[in-house]
């Protein structure tokens, strides 16, 4: 099952394989959708973990033999210039995809910086990144190469979009939620705006990354179609990607350093 995350009350697409979640604090239960604060659930914590308590409730709640995570308004798609159901990619192809790779993930976006850099620019502060790495080197020693090699890129898949066989899909949020529980203890939140107060969903999208760099996993990249973006919305968004990877190019070469991506 995909299941599509939302926190609105809005009209969703419904093609087999997919079914609605509801998030977030609205007492009214949408009809059709799957409450999110049923179970076993950390509800509770939607508002600095986003769609993450979506995931956690699919992990805690489902056997699905796959499982798959979208948005209201981000799915995967054949084309991000595209609109309508038609331009989606249906549950059983996406089944059918996983015959020749272990995941499937959101095309990555590249950043004219580096990851590092990009996450300190709107969305995490650097003693937030401090405590995530003093926290990983500590519970997943392991993992440290994959987080540098990471972070020195510019591409990063995002959203938390991500469609597997269901045990690796509970693997991932077996490594993830304890991690991000005790990073709980660390943060303060008083000390970040309201924006990087959803520092668990933003710090999960580079931890997706991350986990499937160091597993050594093989992706199958899909484009996002964002229902919210005009057709000028997402051609400015292509060539912003292409120029922002030009840029980190030229500018790695101009440093001597090797060309090093996220694939």
């Known amino acids: 099952m995909i299941y599509i995350v939302s926190h609105k009350n809005v009209s969703l697409p419904h093609p087999a394989g997919f ?7 609205d007492p009214e239960d949408y009809p059709g959708f799957i409450r999110d ?13 986003c769609e993450l308590t979506a995931l956690y409730w699919i992990w805690k709640n489902t056997r699905d033999p796959y499982k798959g995570l979208v948005h209201y308004r981000r799915y995967f798609c054949r084309s991000p210039l595209l609109r309508g159901e038609r331009n989606l990619i249906s549950y059983r192809e996406m089944t059918q995809m996983l015959c020749q790779a272990d995941i499937i993930l959101a095309s990555p976006a590249a950043s004219h910086v580096n990851c590092r850099q990009q996450i300190l620019l709107e969305s995490t502060t650097q003693e937030v990144l401090r405590l995530l790495a003093r926290r990983l080197k500590r519970m997943y020693p392991d993992y440290v190469p994959a987080w540098r090699r990471f972070m020195a890129g510019n591409r990063a898949s995002l959203f938390n979009m991500m469609f597997c066989r269901g045990q690796l899909f509970d693997e991932y949020c077996s490594w993830l939620f304890p991690l991000l529980g005790s990073l709980e203890q660390d943060i303060d939140l008083d000390r970040l705006n309201d924006y990087q107060k959803r520092v668990y969903g933003f710090l999960s999208e580079r931890l997706l990354n991350i986990w499937v760099l ?3 996993l093989t992706v199958r990249y899909l484009p996002v179609m964002n229902t919210d973006n005009s057709l000028m919305d997402d051609l400015t968004l292509c060539r912003r990607q292409l120029t922002n990877q030009l840029r980190f190019d030229i500018s790695r070469l101009g440093a001597g350093q090797p060309q090093s991506f996220h694939r």
């Open 19 to 25: 079914a609605p979640i509801q998030v977030g604090a």
């Open 37 to 49: 604060n049923t179970g076993d659930n950390i509800a509770w914590k939607n508002p600095n973990y």
């Open 214 to 216: 160091h597993n050594r």
